[in-house]
């Protein structure tokens, strides 16, 4: 078997769908179990949910502590082949615009293999798990990027503290803000 082609993989949260190569690809099993431990943070990462394609398993999971999704991807055997960071929305995404998506891939040795997904309204910015936010941002500079987000006057200076770290953000959670 080839190593799967991980650049075009999400998953949409509230309805357990995972998008793999273009595909829908339903879930057949929706059952919690620990499937490992974070590369993050090392805590427990627990599985969402199990998806089949033609020639691969898919089982995704969500860290306990840290929230980043994460895919182990198997062969037709259950041999496990690699382990991903994928994003993650909290929104349905219709066939026409799943080509407008752009993805985070992560290898086993957590080089970046494609596109940062971009994050660019109120939505999603609030899909992402607040702990996540609080360990780049300072407050007043999440307050900024809300309201931006928002469409509100914010503290311009707050806003451009926060850009400058953008980069950092993208390299440790693999999310690329565009606000």
Not at 23 to 46: D, F, H, M, R
Not at 166 to 171: I, L
Request: charged share 25%; glycine share 6%.
């Amino acid at each position: 078997m080839t190593t799967p082609d991980t650049r075009n993989y999400s998953y949409d949260l509230k309805e357990n769908l995972l998008y793999a190569g273009g595909k829908q690809v339903p879930a057949y099993e929706l059952e919690e179990n620990e499937i490992g431990t974070c590369g993050n943070c090392e805590s427990i990462i627990i599985s969402l949910s199990y998806h089949e394609t033609d020639d691969e398993f898919i089982v995704a999971g969500k860290c306990t502590n840290c929230g980043i999704l994460s895919a182990n991807i198997y062969d037709p055997d259950w041999n496990w082949v690699c382990e991903i960071a994928i994003p993650h929305f909290t929104r349905s995404v219709s066939e026409k615009n799943n080509d407008e998506r752009s993805e985070t891939r992560l290898n086993t040795q957590g080089s970046k293999d494609a596109e940062i997904p971009e994050i660019d309204d109120l939505e999603l910015l609030n899909s992402i798990p607040m702990k996540q936010i609080e360990a780049i941002f300072s407050p007043t500079e999440i307050t900024a990027l809300f309201a931006r987000a928002k469409g509100e006057k914010c503290v311009r200076q707050y806003l451009y503290n926060a850009r400058k770290k953008y980069q950092t953000f993208e390299d440790v959670f693999g999310v690329k803000l565009t606000i």
